[in-house]
């Protein structure tokens, strides 16, 4: 019965000490405990086998239930010691409470009565103050009032003085008075509603009007428009009137520019109007001149008259530009007919000095009151050919004079085409005489190179640039220049037009024109001609003055290409930015580099046909009869003469253009090596000697390919990577044809497959032509070619897939031998 009573009351505790997961988390961070009894998830039983392991440890249950009834005594006494503290706990907590509540009240009290203390302090401030701030506004008031009235009696006065010195022309005292009255007047806008300050406005406009008319009138009085100009030279009645005009409405000071300035220049539209021999183009000097004289008359008797900041010289000058324009767009399109690109230029010549001498003289403040100023984009001689040359100082004085208007042209020059653009409609003229001139200038370069020849070999001029290039390009830079200083517009794609036609017909006429034709060699080398063939024998279908003309013309070429290039950044750079687009050489870069090409590949066909007879002479010789491997065979001997004389020639005539040289190396050994390996399957058939005297000839045809590029050069350069690559793998293919050829046939199968591994060609022609080689009869050839095709999927064998070459031979002796007698002649030959 007490087992149970003690299992109901544990059941009950546990129920009741039964804590949420927050809460026991809580009371582990505050009371943190490693004691087992104080964990959550405490198990009895656990407990007690823990403290009772196994049965001998029982013996000291007494004493463990003694540490137990000691903890919970001790837990006793803590929780009634607690039980006790708490119960006076809210008899405190209420007592506390209303003490708090006390204190609240009276801090309540003690607020109330501080702010009614500052309500009472603010109106007694307010009190005080009230007069001091009326006496403020009173102050503010008066002040405003006699300045006001100060300001009233100074209009007053001002108008009354301001009428009087109006009607006696006092314009010096007017001057200095008439702004202080309009300065006053504007203290008495907010005041135009009273009548008496209204008045006073109305009479200072009136003064302002009957000012301005009665100095326009003085001026038409002193300047008449149809008369001289007075005599005595200005008064300083009319000094001070422009002083006036500066106050006065600026539609007044207009006026007066505008009215002296027609008057000033009405001598001119006299003297060059249309029907005057002095207004065509080849008198235009004088009009220029004649404006220089005015400008200095002008600066002796009205300098002074006109103020400084009116800049009436500037003016002057800015109003002669727009009318010669006018009047000389007008006189050109009614005799356009006799418009000469001489006469034209010379006119613009003479415009643009003009305008750079008033580029010097003057600011170009002036022109923002008239037609807007033409910017001009900066010049950087930043192009070859742009550059001044010493070949240029021979030119006539003629063209020379027609090259100064860039002197004194700026790039920031604001007067530039202020007259000078009237001559663009008219430039037609200009470009149709340079489309001319270049054409005749192309046929004295055809002309000139049939007379003189091509260069000659041996000397310097052997491979050079040909000169009529440089000609070409120094004479486009004149023109270039010359039509950029008349026109940034269609003029300058007119003549970039013409640029491209004359490239794309010097390209025609003197580069391809002058190539030499490649015609076909009808005769043929037999091996008795081979044996004979000495060093020095033509062979070649070029001479060595022909190979001199195909580099200089390549050279040429190039040098075209890189100098038409800078010609249409140039051209971009001068041309106005909006058309920028419709300049485009890409066409003729694109013959140059044609030209090039056809150089390079004639050069190339020349020295493959020179080697072809000895080809066809090693495919026709009898290697089935060679008795010994000797020294290298007369083909090629022949081969390599025919290389020596051509590529030292090429090499030299190409020296500046490196990379055109190699490209040639590239294009002849691509050409020379599959035309090579197609001559080797004709030599048929051959046996194991003929074999090894023509793995001997590849080997010393490979030694020279490799040196093709320095061959006969004092100083030896390393051939490129990428030169050296495609003679090593294309003449690698031939000595592992001829290897193959080498190995016999039996075993097939080996056969076959050191076939696939040496030579990697899926191709049964292939295996064919090298069964021919062998000399093998159809029947063998039928069962080999069925066994090549059953073997075609097996990979390659050996560790590395290299070249090597092992066959299982009946007799390897004899088979090693013939290998090191092979390489020592070689060695033998290098040395």
């Known amino acids: 019965m007490m087992e149970d009573e003690e299992l109901e009351f544990l059941e009950d505790l546990e129920a009741i000490l039964h804590l949420t997961p927050e809460v026991q988390l809580a009371i582990e961070q505050v009371f943190p405990s490693q004691d087992p009894l104080d964990r959550a998830d405490f198990n009895a039983v656990e407990y007690i086998n823990t403290l009772f392991p196994t049965e001998q440890s029982l013996a000291n249950i007494d004493e463990v ?86 300001h009233l009696h100074m209009l007053a006065g001002g108008v009354d003085s301001l009428e009087a010195m109006t009607r006696k022309r006092q314009y010096g005292e007017v001057a200095n008075l008439l702004q202080g009255v309009v300065n006053v007047l504007e203290h008495f806008q907010k005041y135009m509603g009273i009548p008496q300050i209204r008045q006073l406005s109305e009479r200072v406009k009136a003064a302002q009007s009957e000012l301005g008319t009665q100095i326009l009138a003085d001026f038409e009085e002193a300047f008449p428009a149809q008369g001289s100009k007075k005599s005595g030279g200005p008064s300083m009645v009319l000094r001070d009137a422009c002083l006036v005009a500066n106050v006065l409405d600026p539609r007044i000071k207009q006026e007066i520019i505008k009215k002296f300035i027609r008057q000033h220049l009405s001598e001119y539209l006299v003297l060059f109007q249309e029907n005057q021999d002095v207004a065509w183009l080849d008198k235009i000097d004088r009009r220029y001149a004649w404006i220089k004289r005015q400008l200095v008359d002008y600066e002796e008797k009205y300098g002074r008259m006109f103020p400084e900041e009116w800049c009436m010289t500037e003016r002057i000058a800015v109003e002669f530009c727009h009318i010669t324009r006018t009047e000389l767009a007008k006189l050109m399109r009614t005799r356009a007919r006799e418009i000469e690109v001489k006469l034209l230029l010379f006119a613009i ?70 007259v000078s653009k009237c001559f663009e409609p008219h430039l037609y003229v200009y470009i149709e005489s340079q489309d ?36 070409l390009f120094v004479y486009y830079k004149k023109c270039m220049v010359q039509c950029s200083q008349l026109s940034t517009g269609e003029p300058m794609i007119a003549l970039t037009t013409i640029f491209q036609k004359y490239l794309r017909e010097y390209a025609r006429k003197i580069l391809s024109g002058n190539l030499p034709k490649n015609s076909t060699n009808s005769g043929g080398l037999t091996i008795s001609s081979l044996l004979k063939e ?40 001068k041309v106005d930015k909006s058309l920028m687009d419709r300049i485009n050489l890409t066409g003729e870069m694109d013959t140059f580099s044609t030209v090039i090409s056809n150089s390079i590949q004639l050069l190339v066909q020349d020295l493959d046909a020179a080697c072809d007879p000895a080809l066809t002479a090693m495919s026709k010789m009898p290697w089935q009869s060679v008795e010994h491997v000797g020294d290298q065979s007369p083909y090629v001997t022949s081969v390599i003469m025919h290389i020596k004389q051509n590529v030292p020639i090429i090499r ?33 058939p051959i046996s194991m000697v003929g074999a090894e005297q023509l793995l001997l000839d590849t080997h010393s045809l490979k030694t020279v390919l490799l040196d093709l590029p320095s061959i006969g050069s004092q100083v030896v350069r390393k051939a ?59 029947s063998e050839q039928s069962s080999m070619l069925e066994l090549f095709r059953q073997r075609l999927p097996t990979p390659p064998s050996g560790p590395d897939g290299g070249p090597s070459l092992s066959f ?24």
Do not use: W
């Open 349 to 418: 010549q003479r415009t643009t000095n003009f305008e750079g001498l008033l580029a010097k003289r003057f600011s170009g403040c002036t022109l923002n009151d008239g037609p807007g100023k033409k910017t001009e984009t900066p010049l950087e001689p930043t192009n070859p050919f742009l550059e001044d040359e010493s070949g240029e100082e021979n030119v006539s004085e003629k063209d020379e004079d027609l090259d100064r208007p860039k002197k004194p042209k700026a790039p920031d020059n604001p007067f530039h085409g202020i």
């Open 436 to 471: 001319k001139n270049l054409g005749e200038l192309i046929d004295r370069f055809v002309a000139d190179f049939r007379t003189q020849g091509p260069p000659k070999s041996g000397t310097d001029e052997g491979g050079a640039v040909l000169p009529s290039c440089a000609d």
């Open 65 to 150: 239930v003694n540490n137990i009834r000691l903890k919970i005594r001790r837990l006793d006494d803590n929780i009634r010691t607690v039980v006790r503290g708490q119960t006076n706990v809210g008899q405190d907590g209420r007592q506390a409470l209303e003490e708090a509540q006390k204190a609240i009240q009276q801090l309540f009290g003690k607020i109330k009565d501080i702010k009614d203390k500052a309500e009472k302090s603010e109106q007694m401030v307010k009190e005080i103050t009230r007069d001091i701030k009326q006496l403020d506004h009173a102050k503010r008031h008066l002040t405003t009032s006699i300045t006001t009235l100060n």
């Open 534 to 573: 000495k060093e020095g024998s033509e062979v070649a279908k070029f001479t060595t003055e022909e190979l001199c003309l195909i580099c200089s013309i390549l050279s040429t070429a190039e040098y075209c290409l890189a100098t038409t290039q800078q010609l249409e950044e140039k051209l971009k750079e």
């Open 652 to 684: 030299d005539n190409l020296a500046s253009t490196r990379k055109y040289f190699t490209q040639f190396c590239i294009k002849f050994t691509n050409s020379f090596i599959p035309k090579f390996i197609n001559h080797l399957f004709r030599c048929k």
């Open 720 to 778: 490129p990577a990428s030169y050296t690559k495609i003679v090593v793998k294309g003449m690698t293919r031939a000595e592992m044809i001829l290897k193959v050829v080498m190995a016999p046939h039996e075993p097939s199968v080996v056969f076959v497959d050191n076939y696939i591994k040496l030579l990697a060609d899926s191709n049964p022609e292939t295996f064919q032509k090298i069964l021919d080689m062998k000399g093998l009869k159809r």
């Open 808 to 831: 299982s031979t009946p007799t390897p002796e004899q088979e090693s031998s013939r290998i090191r007698k092979l390489e020592k002649l070689i060695k033998k030959r290098i040395q």
